[in-house]
């Protein structure tokens, strides 16, 4: 039972976020600008320092795939 949790499997990898991911500027699932909205996600700790992780308040919205 020895279980060290670092990162939850719900969050992405902070490795693979760009760096406005990773300071709460853009959201960390989507990558959309969040402005002064959005909500805390959760909290992961990468290189020995925590990161908050921002998401959009209301949901992503998937990326348009459908062909225009
Ligand atoms: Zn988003």
């Known amino acids: ?3 060290l949790v670092t990162t939850p499997p719900l969050l992405p990898d ?3 976020l760009r760096p ?5 500027i853009d ?3 989507c990558g959309h600008p ?8 959760g909290e992961v700790r ?3 320092l925590p990161f908050r992780l921002w ?7 998937p990326p348009s ?3 225009a």
């Open 1 to 3: 039972m020895n279980t």
């Open 14 to 16: 902070v490795a693979r």
């Open 20 to 24: 406005r991911q990773q300071m709460g």
């Open 27 to 29: 959201c960390a699932v």
């Open 34 to 41: 969040l402005g002064p909205s959005g909500r805390v996600l």
């Open 46 to 48: 990468y290189r020995g």
């Open 55 to 61: 998401v959009c308040t209301a949901g992503c919205e």
């Open 65 to 67: 795939a459908s062909g």
